[in-house]
């Protein structure tokens, strides 16, 4: 089942800032819903496992997450593959980083992915729904980042 | 009916098969426990076009309780390709995916374990790598040259394409005062028994015979087996005395038992499949036709039809299998009922990544139908003429039987008017035009529906040379081998499965008729196949024609010798005697009788008292060939399809709730002619069966797929099947007009209702429509689908 | 279609399902009636480890009369829910609801708090709660907690209740003002099976026939179970026979933000939402006027 | 055998008391089917829709696909084997299933029974919707219904000129 999703959300940093975050597969892995391991494996290339677990639903995933098109610090295009006992899942998102102010930065994303197996046979009345609470689940883990990270800035 | 000259035939008579089924003592496959058998789930494609890599199965091999992992390269390299039922010898199929998969749902690998749940755990752990390539859903741009192949050994994605021509169709449409055009859809959906397909197979070493139990209803399963697992044919035994629950056509199972019998060999273990509903419904291979009609229509402004333009295209799916023969059979039928003068046929099947179709009930005509009568409905109102009016004055006339059609086929018997008119007088037709008419003037949308419609039925295998010219098959028999034994009790044997047609009741019917002996009585048993005389299997609405008439005739047999032994010892001419309820007496001296023990005293026995040459014992054979059959086709296609034309008259009133679209089925009227019936009860419910199925093809059920070829309604939950809530009550009118064709005048009802019920309903709903300007050309007819033609006539409140 | 292996637990207080919980989060899962999570774990979607059956926890089943209304515990049956005198009295909109739940075979497995915690965006029984704004007691292994129906729901099937949580009761408001009606309506495609839409609405008239209180909600047009408060205000102070219900529907409607899927697409569902607020606005303000 | 733990599991089955035991993953129909050897009871969809799979459990009808074995110990279960009499001929509504040839293929039937078993037990006067009700949840691809409509309709018919009895 095809997946559509498409928003908007600005967030308390500087637009280099976000990019970095946004590059730095460590905050991927502890962003992105499910997520569990992130292990690079070329330039910008990460083998990642993910154990989803949404309700009553959870699947394993095990699949390559790719960022690609870069334009820093305003766009990329994120790749994500997965495979697990319960299907398989792609997905492509294409972000854009706009300067609000020196510390406000919108980002904009227009995406689509699919799942095959029997949660696209099964689940297809609710997957739109799912699908974009999860990114907001990506968004509210980017945001409590931020606000960790600014409270307590990582050493360099 | 009255059926006076009839003893048992006609008459209300219970159902030999019930008693067991209502009792719980049916025993369908999964009923079956063969001991030590170990259970075979799958591991599924998720892709519907991808390449595989590779297949690791180590880890599900480590499990405890897991035997062993069986995949395509290893099963295509020891077994046969399996059948297909065109001239494409290039589309290779096998269970198990090879290299490629070519649709979501396709086996990848199978897991034998002690238990279904272990192996479905050994599934999970079965990692397969794919790489996905391009994938072809629409059947439309499957034709298009630089499309994406499905089997690209096979060069193209069509399977078969043939222009057929039956007469002169250029001229009758340049001649014809109007013509008309439109295209119309019949979705993929099936017959989804309720019990999903399965097998349970057992290899004796020792004896070097594989023992199959399935849930079978499939010309020649024994034979395609053997084949396919390079074993010689009297090395397969299948058991026909497995009930199965429910067909209609699609049981078909060869890959499940191939892919069964073969692990049952190889590792000397008993092994089982039964389909869990995610199988079934995705890698089961049941779907039905998924088909584009384009129609045209060449008319007079009296409303005279005098031919017909018909472009099917068909969208099989992914493999063949029989399937690309459904186009195959509606040659037989392709004018309906109508005195059509010419017609021409375009059946095109393609190729895509969809799950494979399988045979459904009707073979293809339920389609056809729909699209004739839809051609029907659209010349009426663009002649605004009355839709009844205009079929009747198409409709063939009882006079002019037999009745032979463009494409090659004689229609042997009818009365369709007289069936209109018992319909329409059932269902009461003034009071529903004025329902309609109230419910309209209320704010409803209301519409009624007409459908009258043909049930080919007697089941032959013309359509296989036609559409094959390699495959010379001119015979579909059946057989029946009645005995009666020393106590003179009378012991029917048939040679396929059943999947709720009382083919017992059949048999015993007609056996009992024959013998004149209480039909109660007589036990009837299925032969396993080593056993069994040839048979082609329930399908095509044949075994009240066929079996029906191989027990008759077996019967008859009987019959005669008893009269022979009787003349024997009575010392008198045949023509002298009498035989009444088994007895045999003289006819001017009723006193000197030969009673039915005596007579089988003497069969059995007394070989003494036997008339010279006759066989002791009691038993006889009958291998009935089907009526008209034996031809090959003509050069340009003609050809005589099926012996017998049952005919069904349908009109039904739909209302739909304007503001949500929602239809409701408010009254439900058939008349129907199916000849001679032997068990009206069986008959009926056969047709309110197929109502049923056809207002879920009309109105609910769909295979659908994602835009990337994922099978989106895999569970009961998103494919619709009509509940008690949804099927009305339907008044069953009954005509019978007696095939001259067969014994007793019977004609085939195993489709009956299906076959006019999509095509009566899609009617309704396009009267309902008809003021807001629009129609509606796709099944199913969805609340949404009714709202969304309702939006663009811009008619919604 | 056969479970993943689970470890199975029957406890037979809230106390030690808890315990349970609280030792083994995610990987546990609270099974009473089962009959949506049974399907889910034979298609192997759930995957619990252990599974902990609360089905016979006395404490959890039954329906008794509280301070704002109606108590009914999370595992008592639908079934029971839909024959029990006291919820036929006080809670007319949630019998009226119960019709549209599954069939009577999974009515007599299928408990009511399930059903809220399963929070199909479609299902009939959270749909209620939310527009009755019925509070939900919860406990986990530190103690007890409440949340409102309003609170409760967060997207398709994913809910406020945490993975040690386990819900306890669902106590529903009754009205006790003098003119009440209430009406449920659903778009189904066959009967049972989960709406396309529904919409649920509660009015209290005084003897005038002014509308003094009024709830409403929509399901399966919105990611969750959707009570539409600011709509119900809208007809606050209007008379019963008010003429611009449509209008309320149709602007209620077209701030929805449905999701499309095989049966429906998104415009119909929303369309479906504006005819059913329509229609059972109407007919709650009709049964309160009788 | 892979060592999956065993729940041991008492139930009264038709009457009888039966006990095993079986991995808590272990369906109820399962259970009936294969460990019991109750294969009167279908499977048809594991999925709870299509209500082959009912049986009463403590005198109601429910789905038997739809919960484990270890959620039904210590119950109480009809099957369609406890519709018959005890001599294992057919009961009152099994009966008028036959007369009305309420069935083809039989698959569904057996639910069908329950429900419309479930039916009597509470109406024995049930008009044509109650029974339409009654077996809403319990698909069947054969019969178009007509006929098991009437099948209940005669078996109420019979069972209110006896009292009920079975």
């Given at each position: 089942?095809?997946?559509?999703?498409?928003?908007?959300?600005?967030?308390?940093?500087?637009?280099?800032?976000?990019?970095?975050?946004?590059?730095?597969?460590?905050?991927?892995?502890?962003?992105?819903?499910?997520?569990?391991?992130?292990?690079?494996?070329?330039?910008?290339?990460?083998?990642?496992?993910?154990?989803?677990?949404?309700?009553?639903?959870?699947?394993?995933?095990?699949?390559?997450?790719?960022?690609?098109?870069?334009?820093?610090?305003?766009?990329?295009?994120?790749?994500?593959?997965?495979?697990?006992?319960?299907?398989?899942?792609?997905?492509?998102?294409?972000?854009?980083?706009?300067?609000?102010?020196?510390?406000?930065?919108?980002?904009?994303?227009?995406?689509?992915?699919?799942?095959?197996?029997?949660?696209?046979?099964?689940?297809?009345?609710?997957?739109?729904?799912?699908?974009?609470?999860?990114?907001?689940?990506?968004?509210?883990?980017?945001?409590?980042?931020?606000?960790?990270?600014?409270?307590?800035?990582?050493?360099? | 009916?009255?059926?006076?000259?009839?003893?048992?035939?006609?008459?209300?008579?219970?159902?030999?098969?019930?008693?067991?089924?209502?009792?719980?003592?049916?025993?369908?496959?999964?009923?079956?426990?063969?001991?030590?058998?170990?259970?075979?789930?799958?591991?599924?494609?998720?892709?519907?076009?991808?390449?595989?890599?590779?297949?690791?199965?180590?880890?599900?091999?480590?499990?405890?309780?897991?035997?062993?992992?069986?995949?395509?390269?290893?099963?295509?390299?020891?077994?046969?390709?399996?059948?297909?039922?065109?001239?494409?010898?290039?589309?290779?199929?096998?269970?198990?995916?090879?290299?490629?998969?070519?649709?979501?749902?396709?086996?990848?690998?199978?897991?034998?374990?002690?238990?279904?749940?272990?192996?479905?755990?050994?599934?999970?752990?079965?990692?397969?790598?794919?790489?996905?390539?391009?994938?072809?859903?629409?059947?439309?741009?499957?034709?298009?040259?630089?499309?994406?192949?499905?089997?690209?050994?096979?060069?193209?994605?069509?399977?078969?394409?043939?222009?057929?021509?039956?007469?002169?169709?250029?001229?009758?449409?340049?001649?014809?005062?109007?013509?008309?055009?439109?295209?119309?859809?019949?979705?993929?959906?099936?017959?989804?028994?309720?019990?999903?397909?399965?097998?349970?197979?057992?290899?004796?070493?020792?004896?070097?015979?594989?023992?199959?139990?399935?849930?079978?209803?499939?010309?020649?399963?024994?034979?395609?087996?053997?084949?396919?697992?390079?074993?010689?044919?009297?090395?397969?035994?299948?058991?026909?005395?497995?009930?199965?629950?429910?067909?209609?056509?699609?049981?078909?199972?060869?890959?499940?038992?191939?892919?069964?019998?073969?692990?049952?060999?190889?590792?000397?273990?008993?092994?089982?499949?039964?389909?869990?509903?995610?199988?079934?419904?995705?890698?089961?291979?049941?779907?039905?036709?998924?088909?584009?009609?384009?129609?045209?229509?060449?008319?007079?402004?009296?409303?005279?039809?005098?031919?017909?333009?018909?472009?099917?295209?068909?969208?099989?799916?992914?493999?063949?299998?029989?399937?690309?023969?459904?186009?195959?059979?509606?040659?037989?039928?392709?004018?309906?009922?109508?005195?059509?003068?010419?017609?021409?046929?375009?059946?095109?099947?393609?190729?895509?990544?969809?799950?494979?179709?399988?045979?459904?009930?009707?073979?293809?005509?339920?389609?056809?139908?729909?699209?004739?009568?839809?051609?029907?409905?659209?010349?009426?109102?663009?002649?605004?003429?009355?839709?009844?009016?205009?079929?009747?004055?198409?409709?063939?006339?009882?006079?002019?039987?037999?009745?032979?059609?463009?494409?090659?086929?004689?229609?042997?018997?009818?009365?369709?008017?007289?069936?209109?008119?018992?319909?329409?007088?059932?269902?009461?037709?003034?009071?529903?035009?004025?329902?309609?008419?109230?419910?309209?003037?209320?704010?409803?949308?209301?519409?009624?529906?007409?459908?009258?419609?043909?049930?080919?039925?007697?089941?032959?295998?013309?359509?296989?040379?036609?559409?094959?010219?390699?495959?010379?098959?001119?015979?579909?028999?059946?057989?029946?081998?009645?005995r009666v034994d020393l106590s003179g009790a009378i012991t029917g044997v048939m040679n396929t499965s059943t999947s709720g047609q009382g083919h017992e009741t059949l048999v015993s019917t007609v056996v009992g008729e024959i013998l004149e002996r209480d039909p109660a009585d007589i036990r009837v048993v299925h032969a396993d196949s080593l056993n069994a005389l040839p048979s082609n299997s329930p399908v095509g609405s044949r075994?009240?024609?066929?079996?029906?008439?191989?027990?008759?005739?077996?019967?008859?047999?009987?019959?005669?010798?008893?009269?022979?032994?009787?003349?024997?010892?009575?010392?008198?001419?045949?023509?002298?005697?009498?035989?009444?309820?088994?007895?045999?007496?003289?006819?001017?001296?009723?006193?000197?009788?030969?009673?039915?023990?005596?007579?089988?005293?003497?069969?059995?026995?007394?070989?003494?008292?036997?008339?010279?040459?006759?066989?002791?014992?009691?038993?006889?054979?009958?291998?009935?060939?089907?009526?008209?059959?034996?031809?090959?086709?003509?050069?340009?296609?003609?050809?005589?399809?099926?012996?017998?034309?049952?005919?069904?008259?349908?009109?039904?009133?739909?209302?739909?709730?304007?503001?949500?679209?929602?239809?409701?089925?408010?009254?439900?009227?058939?008349?129907?002619?199916?000849?001679?019936?032997?068990?009206?009860?069986?008959?009926?419910?056969?047709?309110?069966?197929?109502?049923?199925?056809?207002?879920?093809?009309?109105?609910?059920?769909?295979?659908?797929?994602?835009?990337?070829?994922?099978?989106?309604?895999?569970?009961?939950?998103?494919?619709?099947?009509?509940?008690?809530?949804?099927?009305?009550?339907?008044?069953?009118?009954?005509?019978?007009?007696?095939?001259?064709?067969?014994?007793?005048?019977?004609?085939?009802?195993?489709?009956?209702?299906?076959?006019?019920?999509?095509?009566?309903?899609?009617?309704?709903?396009?009267?309902?429509?008809?003021?807001?300007?629009?129609?509606?050309?796709?099944?199913?007819?969805?609340?949404?689908?009714?709202?969304?033609?309702?939006?663009?006539?811009?008619?919604?409140? | 279609?056969?479970?993943?292996?689970?470890?199975?637990?029957?406890?037979?207080?809230?106390?030690?399902?808890?315990?349970?919980?609280?030792?083994h989060g995610a990987d546990a899962k609270l099974i009473a009636g089962g009959q949506s999570l049974v399907p889910m774990m034979a298609m192997r979607l759930a995957r619990p480890a252990v599974l902990i059956d609360i089905g016979r926890i006395a404490d959890l089943q039954g329906i008794t009369v509280c301070d704002e209304g109606v108590r009914i515990g999370a595992t008592t049956r639908q079934a029971h829910v839909q024959a029990?005198?006291?919820?036929?009295?006080?809670?007319?909109?949630?019998?009226?609801?119960?019709?549209?739940?599954?069939?009577?075979?999974?009515?007599?497995?299928?408990?009511?708090?399930?059903?809220?915690?399963?929070?199909?965006?479609?299902?009939?029984?959270?749909?209620?709660?939310?527009?009755?704004?019925?509070?939900?007691?919860?406990?986990?292994?530190?103690?007890?907690?409440?949340?409102?129906?309003?609170?409760?729901?967060?997207?398709?099937?994913?809910?406020?209740?945490?993975?040690?949580?386990?819900?306890?009761?669902?106590?529903?408001?009754?009205?006790?003002?003098?003119?009440?009606?209430?009406?449920?309506?659903?778009?189904?495609?066959?009967?049972?099976?989960?709406?396309?839409?529904?919409?649920?609405?509660?009015?209290?008239?005084?003897?005038?026939?002014?509308?003094?209180?009024?709830?409403?909600?929509?399901?399966?047009?919105?990611?969750?179970?959707?009570?539409?408060?600011?709509?119900?205000?809208?007809?606050?102070?209007?008379?019963?026979?008010?003429?611009?219900?449509?209008?309320?529907?149709?602007?209620?409607?077209?701030?929805?933000?449905?999701?499309?899927?095989?049966?429906?697409?998104?415009?119909?569902?929303?369309?479906?939402?504006?005819?059913?607020?329509?229609?059972?606005?109407?007919?709650?303000?009709?049964?309160?006027?009788? | 055998?892979?060592?999956?733990?065993?729940?041991?599991?008492?139930?009264?089955?038709?009457?009888?008391?039966?006990?095993?035991?079986?991995?808590?993953?272990?369906?109820?129909?399962?259970?009936?089917?294969?460990?019991?050897?109750?294969?009167?009871?279908?499977?048809?969809?594991?999925?709870?829709?299509?209500?082959?799979?009912?049986?009463?459990?403590?005198?109601?009808?429910?789905?038997?696909?739809?919960?484990?074995?270890?959620?039904?110990?210590?119950?109480?279960?009809?099957?369609?084997?406890?519709?018959?009499?005890?001599?294992?001929?057919?009961?009152?509504?099994?009966?008028?299933?036959?007369?009305?040839?309420?069935?083809?293929?039989?698959?569904?039937?057996?639910?069908?029974?329950?429900?419309?078993?479930?039916?009597?037990?509470?109406?024995?006067?049930?008009?044509?919707?109650?029974?339409?009700?009654?077996?809403?949840?319990?698909?069947?691809?054969?019969?178009?219904?007509?006929?098991?409509?009437?099948?209940?309709?005669?078996?109420?018919?019979?069972?209110?000129?006896?009292?009920?009895?079975?």
């Amino acid at each position: 089942m095809a997946i559509e999703l498409k928003g908007e959300q600005t967030l308390p940093v500087s637009q280099a800032t976000l990019w970095a975050l946004l590059n730095d597969p460590a905050v991927l892995a502890k962003t992105i819903p499910g997520c569990n391991t992130v292990r690079e494996v070329g330039p910008d290339r990460y083998e990642m496992g993910l154990k989803l677990q949404v309700a009553n639903v959870s699947g394993e995933y095990v699949g390559t997450v790719a960022i690609e098109e870069k334009r820093e610090p305003a766009h990329y295009i994120l790749s994500v593959e997965g495979q697990g006992s319960i299907g398989f899942m792609k997905g492509h998102a294409a972000f854009d980083l706009e300067v609000v102010s020196d510390a406000q930065t919108r980002l904009l994303y227009t995406g689509s992915g699919e799942v095959g197996g029997v949660v696209a046979g099964v689940g297809q009345r609710v997957l739109s729904g799912v699908a974009k609470f999860l990114v907001g689940r990506f968004f509210k883990a980017l945001e409590k980042h931020i606000a960790e990270t600014q409270a307590h800035p990582a050493p360099k | 009916m009255s059926n006076s000259k009839f003893r048992y035939i006609g008459q209300h008579r219970r159902t030999k098969e019930d008693p067991r089924f209502v009792t719980g003592r049916g025993r369908y496959v999964a009923d079956i426990v063969v001991p030590g058998m170990k259970h075979v789930a799958l591991v599924a494609s998720p892709h519907a076009s991808a390449r595989i890599k590779a297949i690791h199965a180590d880890r599900a091999l480590a499990m405890d309780g897991v035997h062993y992992v069986l995949t395509g390269a290893e099963l295509v390299a020891a077994t046969e390709a399996l059948m297909v039922g065109v001239d494409t010898p290039l589309v290779k199929r096998y269970p198990l995916a090879h290299e490629v998969v070519r649709y979501a749902g396709e086996w990848v690998a199978a897991v034998v374990a002690d238990t279904r749940a272990l192996a479905e755990d050994a599934a999970e752990r079965v990692e397969v790598e794919y790489e996905t390539l391009p994938c072809l859903l629409d059947p439309e741009a499957a034709l298009n040259p630089d499309a994406h192949l499905v089997h690209p050994a096979h060069g193209s994605n069509v399977l078969y394409r043939r222009k057929f021509v039956w007469g002169a169709v250029e001229e009758d449409f340049a001649a014809a005062a109007q013509t008309l055009s439109f295209r119309c859809r019949w979705a993929r959906s099936a017959t989804v028994p309720i019990e999903t397909f399965g097998v349970t197979a057992r290899w004796d070493p020792a004896q070097q015979l594989l023992d199959v139990w399935a849930s079978i209803q499939m010309p020649k399963y024994p034979d395609q087996i053997a084949r396919t697992l390079r074993l010689p044919g009297n090395a397969v035994r299948v058991h026909f005395d497995v009930d199965v629950g429910g067909s209609y056509g699609v049981k078909r199972g060869i890959k499940h038992t191939v892919l069964v019998g073969y692990l049952a060999r190889k590792l000397g273990m008993p092994i089982r499949f039964i389909e869990d509903r995610l199988e079934n419904m995705r890698g089961g291979d049941m779907h039905g036709p998924d088909r584009i009609f384009d129609m045209q229509v060449a008319f007079e402004n009296d409303g005279t039809i005098r031919a017909l333009k018909i472009r099917a295209l068909d969208d099989v799916g992914a493999y063949a299998g029989r399937s690309p023969l459904q186009l195959g059979k509606p040659v037989g039928a392709i004018v309906g009922p109508y005195q059509i003068h010419s017609v021409e046929y375009e059946p095109i099947s393609v190729l895509t990544n969809k799950t494979a179709q399988e045979a459904v009930r009707g073979f293809g005509q339920a389609p056809t139908n729909f699209a004739i009568e839809s051609a029907i409905d659209r010349v009426a109102r663009h002649l605004n003429m009355d839709r009844v009016a205009l079929r009747r004055h198409n409709l063939i006339r009882k006079d002019q039987f037999p009745y032979l059609i463009p494409s090659g086929t004689t229609y042997d018997s009818g009365d369709y008017h007289t069936v209109l008119d018992k319909a329409m007088a059932a269902a009461d037709y003034p009071a529903l035009v004025a329902a309609r008419d109230a419910a309209r003037a209320a704010g409803k949308l209301a519409g009624i529906g007409i459908a009258t419609c043909l049930e080919p039925s007697g089941g032959n295998s013309s359509f296989e040379p036609l559409f094959n010219p390699k495959n010379l098959t001119t015979t579909w028999m059946d057989s029946c081998l009645v005995r009666v034994d020393l106590s003179g009790a009378i012991t029917g044997v048939m040679n396929t499965s059943t999947s709720g047609q009382g083919h017992e009741t059949l048999v015993s019917t007609v056996v009992g008729e024959i013998l004149e002996r209480d039909p109660a009585d007589i036990r009837v048993v299925h032969a396993d196949s080593l056993n069994a005389l040839p048979s082609n299997s329930p399908v095509g609405s044949r075994m009240a024609i066929m079996l029906g008439s191989a027990a008759a005739g077996a019967a008859k047999i009987i019959k005669a010798n008893l009269m022979a032994i009787a003349a024997h010892n009575l010392k008198c001419p045949l023509d002298d005697l009498v035989y009444r309820d088994g007895h045999v007496s003289v006819k001017a001296e009723p006193s000197r009788v030969m009673d039915w023990d005596a007579l089988i005293e003497i069969a059995h026995r007394r070989i003494h008292q036997m008339p010279p040459g006759l066989e002791p014992g009691l038993q006889a054979k009958f291998v009935f060939e089907v009526p008209t059959g034996g031809g090959l086709p003509t050069a340009d296609g003609r050809v005589q399809m099926y012996p017998c034309y049952s005919f069904e008259a349908h009109v039904v009133l739909v209302e739909i709730d304007p503001a949500t679209g929602q239809p409701t089925l408010t009254r439900y009227a058939i008349g129907h002619d199916c000849g001679t019936m032997i068990s009206p009860q069986i008959v009926h419910g056969m047709t309110w069966g197929g109502i049923a199925h056809g207002i879920g093809a009309a109105l609910y059920e769909k295979f659908a797929f994602s835009e990337n070829g994922q099978l989106a309604s895999q569970t009961f939950m998103d494919y619709l099947m009509p509940s008690a809530m949804e099927v009305p009550s339907v008044d069953i009118v009954d005509h019978c007009t007696p095939s001259p064709l067969t014994v007793f005048g019977q004609k085939g009802s195993g489709e009956a209702g299906y076959l006019g019920a999509p095509a009566a309903i899609a009617c309704a709903i396009n009267d309902a429509l008809a003021p807001s300007g629009h129609a509606l050309d796709e099944l199913p007819m969805t609340p949404m689908a009714i709202w969304s033609t309702l939006q663009s006539a811009g008619s919604m409140k | 279609m056969k479970s993943a292996a689970f470890e199975y637990q029957r406890v037979t207080s809230v106390a030690q399902a808890c315990a349970l919980l609280a030792e083994h989060g995610a990987d546990a899962k609270l099974i009473a009636g089962g009959q949506s999570l049974v399907p889910m774990m034979a298609m192997r979607l759930a995957r619990p480890a252990v599974l902990i059956d609360i089905g016979r926890i006395a404490d959890l089943q039954g329906i008794t009369v509280c301070d704002e209304g109606v108590r009914i515990g999370a595992t008592t049956r639908q079934a029971h829910v839909q024959a029990d005198a006291l919820v036929q009295r006080e809670l007319p909109l949630l019998i009226q609801a119960m019709r549209w739940v599954g069939h009577v075979q999974t009515r007599n497995r299928g408990t009511l708090g399930g059903s809220i915690v399963h929070a199909d965006p479609s299902a009939e029984i959270p749909l209620v709660a939310a527009v009755l704004e019925a509070t939900l007691e919860l406990q986990d292994a530190n103690g007890s907690s409440e949340l409102s129906a309003a609170e409760f729901f967060y997207a398709p099937m994913v809910t406020a209740i945490a993975p040690d949580q386990c819900l306890v009761a669902v106590r529903f408001p009754v009205w006790r003002d003098a003119h009440v009606g209430s009406a449920f309506d659903e778009i189904s495609i066959r009967h049972g099976d989960f709406a396309l839409a529904s919409a649920c609405a509660q009015v209290a008239l005084d003897a005038a026939g002014v509308v003094t209180r009024c709830v409403v909600g929509v399901g399966g047009a919105a990611p969750i179970p959707q009570a539409l408060p600011e709509v119900a205000a809208q007809l606050v102070g209007q008379s019963a026979n008010a003429t611009n219900l449509d209008a309320l529907a149709a602007a209620a409607a077209a701030a929805l933000d449905p999701e499309g899927d095989l049966h429906a697409s998104a415009e119909y569902r929303r369309h479906l939402a504006q005819v059913l607020l329509g229609r059972v606005l109407r007919a709650a303000c009709e049964k309160a006027k009788a | 055998m892979s060592a999956e733990k065993l729940h041991v599991v008492t139930l009264m089955v038709n009457g009888q008391p039966r006990s095993a035991a079986v991995p808590a993953r272990t369906s109820l129909v399962d259970f009936l089917r294969d460990t019991l050897g109750l294969t009167g009871t279908h499977v048809g969809c594991e999925h709870g829709i299509c209500g082959a799979c009912s049986v009463m459990l403590d005198g109601e009808p429910v789905r038997s696909c739809l919960m484990y074995a270890v959620q039904a110990d210590a119950c109480a279960i009809t099957t369609v084997e406890g519709l018959s009499q005890p001599d294992g001929t057919p009961g009152v509504l099994q009966d008028a299933f036959c007369e009305t040839h309420g069935m083809q293929c039989g698959y569904c039937t057996p639910g069908m029974l329950i429900s419309a078993h479930a039916l009597l037990q509470t109406n024995l006067n049930p008009t044509e919707a109650d029974i339409r009700d009654a077996i809403g949840g319990n698909l069947c691809r054969c019969t178009g219904y007509v006929q098991i409509v009437a099948a209940v309709k005669l078996a109420a018919e019979k069972l209110r000129a006896t009292g009920g009895a079975k």
